[in-house]
C-alpha cells in the first residue's frame, strides 16, 4: 500500500560527498512516523546508519556519526541522508525504511522498505 523508493546513489570518491532521497508514496492516505536508511555491505549483514522521528529526532550508528546527516521533509514524505567525508568502509547498498500508519478501513500499521541503492566509494 505504501511503496518506497530511494534515488541519489552512484560513485563516490573517499572525503567525498553525496546526497541519497528516499520517497514513499501510496495510493492511500497514510502517516509517517520513523523514517531510517540502512545499508548492507558486500558479505555483511544490514546494518543501521540513521534514523529520523516525526518530530526531527535523529539517531545515528557511531561509524557514521559527524559525517552523516539524515533530515526529513514532511510535506513530500521524504527522506535524505547527507553522507559527507565518505570512506571506502561506505561502499553498500544502502536502503530506506519507512514506519507509519494507513488510515483506511482495511489500515493500519505499515513497515515499507525500498529495493535499495548502490553507493560505490573508489578514487
Known amino acids: 500500500q505504501v511503496q518506497v523508493v530511494e534515488s541519489g546513489g552512484g560513485s563516490v570518491q573517499p572525503g567525498g560527498s553525496l546526497r541519497l532521497s528516499c520517497s514513499a508514496s501510496?495510493?492511500?492516505?497514510?502517516?509517517?512516523?520513523?523514517m531510517a536508511w540502512y545499508r548492507q555491505a558486500p558479505g555483511e549483514e544490514r546494518e543501521f546508519v540513521a534514523r529520523?522521528?516525526?518530530?526531527?529526532?535523529?539517531n545515528y550508528a557511531d561509524s557514521v556519526k559527524g559525517r552523516f546527516t539524515i533530515s526529513r521533509d514532511n510535506a513530500e514524505n521524504t527522506v535524505y541522508l547527507q553522507m559527507n567525508m565518505v570512506k571506502p568502509d561506505d561502499l553498500a547498498v544502502y536502503s530506506c525504511?519507512?514506519?507509519?500508519?494507513?488510515?483506511?478501513?482495511?489500515?493500519?500499521?505499515?513497515?515499507?522498505w525500498g529495493p535499495g541503492i548502490q553507493v560505490t566509494v573508489s578514487s
Open positions: 501510496g495510493l492511500t492516505v497514510f502517516s509517517i512516523n520513523d
Open positions: 529520523i522521528s516525526s518530530s526531527g529526532t535523529a
Open positions: 525504511n519507512v514506519r507509519g500508519v494507513v488510515h483506511a478501513v482495511l489500515g493500519g500499521p505499515f513497515d515499507a
